[in-house]
């Protein structure tokens, strides 16, 4: 069964500053899609990125981008520039016939 | 833009009640899916929906759980007996129906329904 972790249950950042946070996976699986989600206090899911399996360009989207490395099953959420407006939940999460599977979050702080 | 809605915002109810928590997905959608999560916890898959009946369920999704697309707009899932367990955030989702494979469904997520059980 697939599985996601991720390691890191806090992170913080100085605002203007750059943050890596770390996801891995587990799968048995060659072609599958990736995603990042923000859940800022309201609580509702936003899609930050998604990579697909088979592509080996690393997904970017504005100051987000990852770090995909398939034969680790790694994928790394980077955030560039940071503003107050990033913190939030993130969770990383693998999408398996349908449904999402999720990592346990990480919790970014911005350091103003 | 359009956008998955979810009523209420915030359910409270006693142990035992049933509630009925709505959710209208993106009109020219055709998959449809719950997921809860408890306050700490990750995000869990309940069950996904498509052509008017179930295609995949997880475990936590018993007998005492049911969904229905009553009117070809709502989307409900309906917990018959709740338990104090089942207090927790529930998200609805959809996404467009695939045309090919490998294309992606992105599941677009409504802001969630708050479920606490007292």
């Known amino acids: 069964a697939q599985t996601v972790t991720q390691s890191q249950p806090e992170m913080s950042v100085q605002e203007a500053e750059t943050v890596t946070l770390s996801c891995t996976y587990d799968?048995?699986?060659?072609?599958?899609?990736l995603f990042w989600y923000k859940q800022p206090p309201s609580r509702q899911m936003i899609l930050v990125i998604r990579?697909?399996?088979?592509k080996q360009q690393n997904a970017t989207e504005n100051r987000f981008s990852v770090n995909f490395q398939k034969a680790a099953k790694s994928f790394s959420l980077k955030i560039s520039d940071s503003q107050l407006g990033d913190a939030a939940m993130y969770f990383c999460?693998?999408?398996?016939?349908?449904?999402?599977?999720w990592g346990a979050g990480t919790k970014l702080i911005i350091k103003p | 833009e359009p956008e998955v809605t979810q009523t209420p915002s915030h359910q409270v109810t006693q142990m035992g009640q049933e509630v009925i928590l709505r959710c209208v997905p993106i009109?020219?959608?055709?998959?449809f899916y719950w997921y809860r999560q408890i306050l700490g916890q990750k995000v869990e898959f309940l069950v996904s929906f498509y052509n008017n009946e179930i295609s995949e369920k997880s475990e936590i999704f018993d007998d005492q759980f049911s969904v229905e697309r009553p009117d070809g707009s709502n989307f409900t899932l309906k917990i018959r007996s709740t338990k104090l367990e089942d207090s927790a955030m529930y998200f609805c989702a959809s996404s467009i129906q695939a045309l090919a494979e490998l294309i992606y469904n992105e599941q677009f997520f409504g802001p969630g329904t708050r479920l606490t059980v007292l």
């Open positions: 999460a693998y999408l398996s016939n349908y449904q999402l599977i």
């Open positions: 990579q697909e399996a088979y």
């Open positions: 009109s020219n959608h055709l998959y």
């Open positions: 799968t048995s699986e060659s072609d599958y899609y």
